[in-house]
């Protein structure tokens, strides 16, 4: 179902259902995702629809969080001055945009799982983030793709002791996803100290996979920084 579509499109996927349609610049989009319908009118006569995965963190509302908590079916522990690649599901949120030479538009970002939430850190300090749990994985994992995505992560400690690691935390404003039939990331954990890491991303393309539209870059929020520091342990 991802990808870029002409302006008169129908699009079905387990139990999804994208549909743009109409004559001349007025158009109805329909979408229907497990229970939940949304209809509008749209007016349009030039540019694309791009079907993507976004940055998961809009629904049901982008105030509440702006970072993803996955933690571990099983704890990590790390020796000294290691490096090593292991592989985590994420939760798959979908956007649907009109793109054309001068504009992305976004008009609808749906999801097939369902939002959690957890603190991390302090109570008077921390950030609410995202949950979504996950297995560890040592090759890239079969997923189901209107629902979750795969999250590559190389891992480096620079401490000088062991570390054991229970979660893992990333900033959307940070992310970078790309896709083919599946949601892609690749990031990295970066060890600093017994209770301290920071978490950046690739944003290399990764061969036959497609940028997906960076929601912040087209809200026009600018990126400050390119990495989140966790404070907080990683347990």
């Known amino acids: 179902m991802f990808g870029k579509y002409d302006l008169s499109t129908n699009l079905k996927e387990q139990d999804v259902e994208i549909v743009l349609e109409g004559r001349g610049k007025r158009k109805r989009y329909y979408r229907k995702a497990g229970g939940e319908e949304v209809e509008k009118v749209i007016y349009a006569d030039s540019g694309n629809l791009v079907v993507c995965p976004v940055e998961p963190v809009n629904i049901p509302d ?3 969080s702006e970072h993803l908590l996955i933690e571990f079916d099983k704890p990590i522990v790390v020796e000294p001055e290691t490096k090593g690649t292991f592989y985590l599901k994420f939760p798959v949120e979908v956007g649907v945009f009109l793109v054309d030479k001068k504009d992305v538009e976004e008009i609808d970002i749906f999801t097939k799982t369902k939002p959690k939430y957890t603190l991390y850190g302090p109570p008077e300090s921390g950030v609410v ?11 890239k994992p079969e997923v189901e793709k209107l629902y979750e995505g ?3 992560v190389d891992i480096t400690n620079s401490y000088y ?8 935390v990333f900033r959307a404003f940070d992310m970078k996803i ?8 690749h990031a990295y954990l970066k060890i600093l100290k017994k209770a301290m890491g920071e978490t950046t991303f690739n944003s290399r393309k990764p061969k036959n996979m497609q940028e997906s539209i960076d929601i912040y870059l087209a809200k026009g929020i600018k990126k400050l920084e390119k990495k989140f520091v966790m404070e907080w342990r990683f347990k």
């Open 62 to 64: 982008t105030t509440i």
């Open 129 to 139: 983030c995202k949950w979504w749990r996950s297995e560890i994985y040592s090759e």
């Open 150 to 152: 795969i999250v590559r």
């Open 161 to 168: 002791e062991w570390t054991e690691m229970k979660k893992i």
């Open 178 to 185: 790309f896709y083919d039939e599946y949601a892609y990331m």
